[in-house]
């Protein structure tokens, strides 16, 4: 195993073989035979263990073992202890959950701090089996039917192609040591349950289920990388950017078929995951939206608008303006003036005796109104925005600049006529804005 070992990680990860790594350690056969094969094969390497107090005496037996299992090594060694029933209970995860969170955390961390490359897991391909049939039985697109990945970011698993019979046939040939969780056992755990029930009656069936298996992982493998290249082309083609996020034409993508597939696969690296919900987005009214934890898709007319939540979708406090203001929204600049100079849509000049109380800006509300400059009569904001053809996004980035409860200016678009300078105006101010 050591020579078919060594030759994969030169054929498949020649950076362990250059960089230094990190092996996350539980004392489990696993963990403790590709420390040995990594000894093999020349990998410079530190070993990294977890206590989770979840074992009592044998959480710490498990310490103790990796501690002396870096010493006859001769390898560095790292460890921690988590509470991690109580990290559980404050984030509201399952004991199993948490425990991830908690490694990865700390693991990154390691990476970071301590000069490491690369950290190595010892998943195998039973592990690879097993996540392929939850995720089977949870319900899953191609990405969840390709088990265990090889490499993410930091993290390389180089045992993916061997078997747990494979691993334990090592161990016990080399004498080699190990600590035995006998939570492993106990199938009211999904995992343990297909491990134990399962896939025994899979091997029985399919004397070469395993073999099999790896060869469908392959071509699973192989598939989702042709479909992501291919996505990744169409998003390319299809993501326009605007304010801040991206712009999709709805002509352009009503042509797809099957919709929900074409557009679950677009959307999905933004956190949309109900195949669904943007499917019915399409047929929605303007202004409708759908949100994924970081991301919001929004309607409007021909187009959906994706954007990253940020501190432009809130709805902003009215703050107050004055000539020694200084920080304001939209780099606002207020100064008075003998006359009126140049004239574009960044600038506003006003009547200052028109202004009975203080000037603020703020985003706009249902039933705001304004005189727009050069028209009679008063028109609804609401209604400005539909005939300036504004999108939802533009709608919710737009300020106004305001006195008292009116309405003095939509910032860069129009004024209003009741503020504007006349033949009587003794005062005039000038109030620049850079956004």
């Given at each position: 195993?050591?020579?078919?070992?060594?030759?994969?990680?030169?054929?498949?990860?020649?950076?362990?073989?250059?960089?230094?790594?990190?092996?996350?350690?539980?004392?489990?056969?696993?963990?403790?035979?590709?420390?040995?094969?990594?000894?093999?094969?020349?990998?410079?390497?530190?070993?990294?263990?977890?206590?989770?107090?979840?074992?009592?005496?044998?959480?710490?037996?498990?310490?103790?073992?990796?501690?002396?299992?870096?010493?006859?090594?001769?390898?560095?060694?790292?460890?921690?202890?988590?509470?991690?029933?109580?990290?559980?209970?404050?984030?509201?995860?399952?004991?199993?959950?948490?425990?991830?969170?908690?490694?990865?955390?700390?693991?990154?961390?390691?990476?970071?701090?301590?000069?490491?490359?690369?950290?190595?897991?010892?998943?195998?391909?039973?592990?690879?089996?097993?996540?392929?049939?939850?995720?089977?039985?949870?319900?899953?697109?191609?990405?969840?039917?390709?088990?265990?990945?090889?490499?993410?970011?930091?993290?390389?698993?180089?045992?993916?192609?061997?078997?747990?019979?494979?691993?334990?046939?090592?161990?016990?040939?080399?004498?080699?040591?190990?600590?035995?969780?006998?939570?492993?056992?106990?199938?009211?755990?999904?995992?343990?349950?297909?491990?134990?029930?399962?896939?025994?009656?899979?091997?029985?069936?399919?004397?070469?289920f395993q073999k099999n298996f790896r060869k469908t992982l392959k071509y699973l493998t192989h598939t989702?990388?042709?479909?992501?290249?291919?996505?990744?082309?169409?998003?390319?083609?299809?993501?326009?950017?605007?304010?801040?996020?991206?712009?999709?034409?709805?002509?352009?993508?009503?042509?797809?078929?099957?919709?929900?597939?074409?557009?679950?696969?677009?959307?999905?690296?933004?956190?949309?995951?109900?195949?669904?919900?943007?499917?019915?987005?399409?047929?929605s009214i303007s202004g409708k939206e759908v949100r994924?934890?970081?991301?919001?898709?929004?309607?409007?007319?021909?187009?959906?608008?994706?954007?990253?939540?940020?501190?432009?979708?809130?709805?902003?406090?009215?703050?107050?303006?004055?000539?020694?203001?200084?920080?304001?929204?939209?780099?606002?600049?207020?100064?008075?003036?003998?006359?009126?100079?140049?004239?574009?849509?960044?600038?506003?000049?006003?009547?200052?005796?028109?202004?009975?109380?203080?000037?603020?800006?703020?985003?706009?509300?249902?039933?705001?109104?304004?005189?727009?400059?050069?028209?009679?009569?008063?028109?609804?904001?609401?209604?400005?925005?539909?005939?300036?053809?504004?999108?939802?996004?533009?709608?919710?980035?737009?300020?106004?600049?305001?006195?008292?409860?009116?309405?003095?200016?939509?910032?860069?678009?129009?004024?209003?006529?009741?503020?504007?300078?006349?033949?009587?105006?003794?005062?005039?101010?000038?109030?620049?804005?850079?956004?």
């Amino acid at each position: 195993m050591t020579d078919v070992f060594r030759e994969h990680i030169v054929n498949s990860f020649p950076q362990i073989l250059e960089d230094p790594v990190i092996i996350a350690c539980s004392g489990g056969v696993d963990s403790v035979v590709l420390a040995h094969l990594c000894v093999q094969s020349g990998v410079d390497f530190a070993l990294a263990h977890c206590n989770y107090n979840l074992r009592g005496e044998d959480s710490d037996e498990d310490e103790r073992f990796t501690s002396d299992l870096a010493d006859s090594l001769g390898v560095k060694y790292f460890t921690i202890s988590f509470d991690t029933g109580a990290y559980a209970g404050a984030h509201k995860l399952s004991i199993q959950m948490a425990a991830r969170e908690l490694r990865y955390q700390w693991f990154g961390e390691l990476l970071s701090t301590q000069g490491y490359s690369w950290l190595l897991t010892a998943h195998h391909l039973d592990d690879a089996v097993e996540t392929f049939m939850i995720n089977l039985s949870r319900g899953t697109g191609i990405e969840g039917l390709t088990g265990i990945p090889a490499e993410t970011d930091k993290v390389l698993r180089p045992l993916l192609p061997f078997t747990r019979e494979q691993i334990l046939a090592f161990a016990k040939n080399h004498k080699i040591d190990w600590r035995e969780d006998m939570s492993n056992e106990d199938t009211k755990y999904l995992r343990n349950k297909i491990r134990h029930e399962l896939v025994p009656v899979l091997k029985e069936l399919h004397p070469t289920f395993q073999k099999n298996f790896r060869k469908t992982l392959k071509y699973l493998t192989h598939t989702s990388a042709m479909l992501t290249n291919f996505i990744d082309e169409m998003r390319e083609e299809l993501f326009e950017p605007y304010q801040g996020g991206f712009r999709i034409s709805l002509d352009r993508i009503e042509e797809f078929e099957p919709l929900e597939a074409y557009l679950y696969e677009l959307f999905k690296p933004y956190g949309f995951t109900s195949w669904g919900d943007i499917a019915s987005l399409t047929a929605s009214i303007s202004g409708k939206e759908v949100r994924s934890s970081t991301h919001r898709l929004i309607k409007d007319r021909q187009h959906l608008i994706l954007q990253e939540f940020n501190t432009e979708t809130a709805v902003a406090e009215e703050t107050e303006v004055s000539m020694d203001t200084g920080d304001l929204p939209l780099g606002l600049k207020v100064e008075q003036v003998k006359e009126i100079e140049e004239k574009n849509n960044t600038i506003l000049y006003v009547d200052k005796e028109t202004l009975n109380d203080k000037l603020t800006v703020r985003k706009w509300q249902k039933g705001d109104y304004f005189y727009p400059l050069g028209m009679d009569g008063k028109k609804k904001v609401a209604k400005f925005f539909k005939d300036e053809k504004m999108d939802a996004v533009a709608k919710e980035k737009q300020w106004l600049l305001c006195c008292g409860d009116e309405i003095v200016w939509i910032v860069g678009r129009r004024a209003d006529d009741r503020f504007k300078i006349t033949a009587d105006t003794k005062e005039i101010l000038k109030i620049t804005t850079t956004e």
